[in-house]
């Protein structure tokens, strides 16, 4: 499945948009902006899918996603809720909407990296997400320069150590370059062998590291083992099949290198909440 590319409904008399939706508004289909997106769910629950996996969102959630990341929300009505219950505040705006050159300040550093890195994709967690709930509340009502300030407050937020988390997997973005260089060669390598068993040691060599050492290295780059991280991209290349054909479960989990189609779903239930035919109705 293809996003379709929404525009962002910024007028000539703004330099970001403010969405508040409602309702039916916050089953949003998938799409993709080509700006960066602050999102706070006022209340609600359901699935979201950002990027490359699907997760379980609910009330009091904030995300950041950068330009050019894929993603839908569909929200869940529990018994005895009204679907109009649901409740989301939304701010769009370009990387450039207060100038070309406003990241390139030097008090900006922390909060240029954050605006740069390709792909990202955001959870806050703690103060962070309660400050940044704070001024987004505050959002549908404020007009002019007050609006304004309320965006400032929030980039400042953003930019003084955040507490979050990835809602995908992405190379982190305070890696030096060897370090992504490297992990892209090992990306490389599982998506070109993903039917085929991989061998810590082959993978350890083609970096030319011993197998401690890799290992060490590795759970620092990416925060887990390498059975993990190659069982992750066994399940997003499974769930890519499940998306684009009609190929039997049996069929994906061969194609996928899963030896076996119960530890297949388990899996899947475990990284994505559900099981191969609840995934491959979301896309239908």
């Not at 999102?39 to 899918?49: A, K, P, Q, T, V």
């Not at 390139?104 to 806050?124: I, N, S, V, Y």
């Not at 060897?178 to 990306?187: D, F």
Request: glycine share 8%; aromatic share 10%; net charge positive.
């Amino acid at each position: 499945m293809i996003p379709v590319s929404r525009p962002i409904p910024i007028t000539p008399s703004q330099s970001f948009a403010v969405k508040h939706l409602r309702g039916v508004a916050c089953n949003i289909p998938y799409h993709v902006h080509d700006a960066h997106e602050l999102i706070l769910i006022r209340s609600g629950s359901g699935s979201f899918y950002v990027g490359n996996t699907i997760r379980k969102f609910q009330a009091g959630d904030v995300f950041l996603l950068a330009p050019g990341v894929p993603h839908w929300f569909k929200c869940e009505q529990l018994a005895g809720c009204d679907a109009e219950e649901d409740e989301f505040i939304v701010l769009q705006f370009y990387r450039s909407f207060l100038g070309e050159t406003y990241f390139d300040l030097p008090e900006h550093g922390k909060l240029k990296r954050l605006f740069t890195a390709e792909g990202l994709a955001l959870t806050f967690k703690e103060l962070t997400r309660d400050s940044l709930t704070e001024f987004m509340l505050s959002m549908p009502h404020a007009i002019g320069q007050g609006r304004l300030l309320l965006v400032l407050r929030l980039l400042a937020v953003l930019g003084d150590n955040p507490s979050c988390a990835p809602l995908h997997y992405t190379i982190s973005t305070e890696m030096d370059l060897q370090g992504k260089e490297t992990l892209g060669r090992i990306q490389t390598y599982v998506a070109d062998r993903i039917r085929d068993r991989i061998y810590l040691e082959e993978v350890a060599g083609l970096v030319n590291m011993s197998v401690p050492t890799f290992c060490r290295y590795f759970k620092q780059w990416t925060g887990k083992t390498l059975t993990d991280f190659v069982q992750e991209m066994r399940v997003e290349h499974a769930c890519e099949l499940l998306k684009g054909t009609s190929l039997s479960i049996q069929k994906i989990c061969r194609d996928s290198g899963f030896q076996s189609t119960a530890h297949f779903i388990r899996l899947l239930k475990r990284l994505k909440g559900m099981t191969p035919q609840e995934f491959r109705k979301m896309f239908t």
